[in-house]
């Protein structure tokens, strides 16, 4: 039986002096005394009022039987490194305090099948101005035994719940459940609550990952190239391959992204949140990368992201419907090829870029169909796209009936140099494109100031051309009709079968 977490007033973690209310641990999860935990679940503390990492103090995690230490957290060495999903050497917070709460993060694998454990708390851990937390030091305080097994080997409908109803606690634990080279479609049903975690797979095929509500199924986490400093691809070259790089023999990967999916196939997000909480001006802090193929077929319905530089990065064939991304420099990039239909982006910066696009000369780009573009009260003067065409001669972005708020700036389009004293590169292959760009009220769009590079389409010369940027198989290639997907297309009421 699965047993959410409970209130608990510890009187064993107490020290506050007289007359003062005392610092203290109001719930566990899981709760003391729970059974069929799942292994992958994070540990919490429930505080009376907002703690702090006290001057020292570490936690334990004990093996129940033999009573050994299978891991230690010191809370004035908050960050830790692990391997996620595969991909060794991330950075992740072995404690996060988020308002009233702590969160205790094990590595992955610490926590077994069938098995029982206890937390340890040192005296003095955590505090609260002058109140601290009392030592946590016996085993039947916070106890708690694990599930005996896992899901059957070969399930396709996989439960994520934070409160621990599900087959796992974490994205990162069901994902990791599913077989290398899987192929056989698995569903990862996200029930509403909070993850926070950094998620990495790779080479796990036909997954869907669905949330339970849009706006109350979210993944949040502070990650950024500051704190998971890595190289990347793309970078310089003029025909980047991400999905090439091998993860698990030092591939040239970025780690700074909050959720990753690398070298999949037939990947599916859909109605959920995904918000990087890394702050203005804490680096490139993706809150998805997606590196695939040019055949890798990722669809993306119904997700909010968030982030400020770089939010999303779209490498490989993908689908866009019904998002909405929120950023400040450069935060939709990426290789592409990418088709964003009825999606609206949102800037948080005067000056800056909605999209940075590198595709070569064998795919297209970036492609927006239904969009609309706005921004934060009072900002303007932003660009649609800014490129060097010396690095990224084919960069194509396009534009097709999409509504430009006042966000948008009339040059529109920014073209950039490697350094001041590169020559003025060729735009032949270029493609900054626009047709029927519309202001929110619904009137054409004043194109007159537009960058010379760019182009603005016309009817009738144009009308072929733009019905091909009308169709994304055209767009994306291999004869793709995402539209027919099984996420645009679920089965009759009386034929589904509700989550686990």
Known sequence: MHRRFFPIILTTLLAAPLGRAALHVTRFFPASGADAVSPDTPLRLKFSAA???????????????????????????????????????????????????????????????????????????????????????????????????????GAQRLTVAADGTGDFCTVQGALDFIPDGNTAPVRLFIRKGTYREIVFFTDKHHVTILGEDRRETVIAYANNAKFNVSGGNPFAGRAPDPSAENPRASGNIYRRGMFLAHRVNDFTLANLTLRNLTPSGGSQAEALIVNGTTTGRTIIKDVDFYSFQDTIQINGQAYLDHCFVEGDVDFMWGTGPAFFENCTARTLRSGAYYTQVRNPATHHGFVYLHCTFGGAPGIADNFLSRIEPHRF???????????????????????????????????????????????????????????????????????????????????????????????FNPPPAAASTPPR
């Open 393 to 487: 001669p084919h960069s194509e972005v396009v534009f097709v009936d999409c509504v430009l708020g006042p966000s948008v700036g009339a040059l529109g389009w920014q073209l950039q140099a490697s350094s001041p004293s590169t020559p003025p590169a060729a735009t032949d292959d270029l493609k900054f494109w626009e047709f029927n760009s519309r202001t929110p009220a619904g009137g054409p769009i004043d194109v007159a100031h537009r960058l010379p590079a760019s182009r603005q389409l016309q009817l009738p010369s144009a009308a072929a051309l733009l019905a091909d940027y009308r169709n994304p198989a055209f767009v994306l290639g291999g004869n793709w009709q995402p539209r027919l997907a099984p996420i």
């Open 51 to 153: 703690p702090a990492f006290g001057a020292s103090g570490k936690i334990r995690l004990h093996d129940a039987v033999t009573q050994s230490v299978i891991e230690t957290i010191d809370v004035q060495a908050p960050i830790g490194s692990k391997t996620i999903g595969g991909l060794d050497h991330y950075n992740y917070y072995t404690v996060l305090i988020v308002g009233d709460e702590a969160t205790l993060v094990p590595k992955p694998g610490a926590l077994a099948y069938g098995r029982g454990y206890y937390v340890t708390v040192d005296a003095g851990a955590f505090i609260s101005g002058a109140d601290a937390v009392g030592g946590l030091d016996q085993p039947n305080a916070w106890h708690f035994t694990t599930r005996p097994g896992p899901p059957a080997p």
